[in-house]
């Protein structure tokens, strides 16, 4: 028993010495491979999309956005994505189709990144805590949607739960806002990674924020 024990151990160390991902991360699964846009969809309108230094990196430079969405679609699921923004910007992870995660800095209503948009009902929930985001480095949002029951953290942080039906299912996308106010935009996506779920299967608890760089 204790020799099983030490082996345990050993291997744990080994694990986490080669980095790879530890054992409650099982089920979790990329949606970006950080090295190309395979399971992608040809992207919509006029954005500039590209994988750069293990980045899904999306910008406009002429006013003119666009949409880039994956391939496959999900129903029940949780979604956790790492961002950094180049501001002043407008953008956003689609969900279900319809859904977005809000990027944005919105003066009418108040709104900040972490609002729940919706196109047939403007923002579902808003996160209306701007000192929540790191406007200058790397972000942790994750998204539950699991029935009708919606939740969304920023940086540890719950910023909505509501629940809504409008949407049941559909692709996940990023969105590059078009406009003049926000030429040269960029919206960078380190890590995406997905956990499905079946009814009934609670929220993950987010990983503490990381130290802001």
């Known amino acids: ?29 990329p949606v970006f491979n950080g090295k190309d846009l395979a399971g992608w969809k040809k992207p919509i309108g006029n954005a500039i999309w590209k994988v750069e230094d293990g980045c899904l990196l999306g910008t406009q430079t002429d006013g003119q956005g666009g949409d880039l969405y994956t391939e496959k679609e999900w129903d029940n699921f949780e979604l956790r994505f790492t961002y950094k923004v180049a501001w002043p910007a407008n953008s956003g992870v689609w969900f279900r189709g319809q859904y977005q995660y809000d990027i944005l800095k919105w003066k009418d209503p108040v709104a900040f990144s972490g609002t729940l948009y919706c196109p047939s009902k403007m923002f579902v929930t808003k996160n209306l805590d701007e000192g929540l ?80 760089t």
């Open 1 to 29: 028993m204790k020799r099983l024990a030490m082996a345990a151990a050993f291997l744990a160390a080994t694990l986490l010495v080669q980095g790879l991902a530890p054992a409650e991360d099982a089920a979790w699964t």
């Open 133 to 212: 985001e790191n406007r200058d480095g790397w972000n942790e949002a994750q998204i539950y949607a699991n029935g009708d029951h919606i939740i969304l953290w920023l940086n540890g942080k719950k910023v909505g739960d509501c629940n809504d039906k409008s949407y049941a299912k559909g692709p996940f996308g990023i969105q590059v806002h078009g406009g003049d106010d926000f030429k040269n935009m960029k919206i960078l996506i380190k890590k995406m990674e997905i956990r499905t779920l079946k009814a009934g299967d609670k929220p993950t608890e987010p990983k503490p924020p990381q130290p802001r």
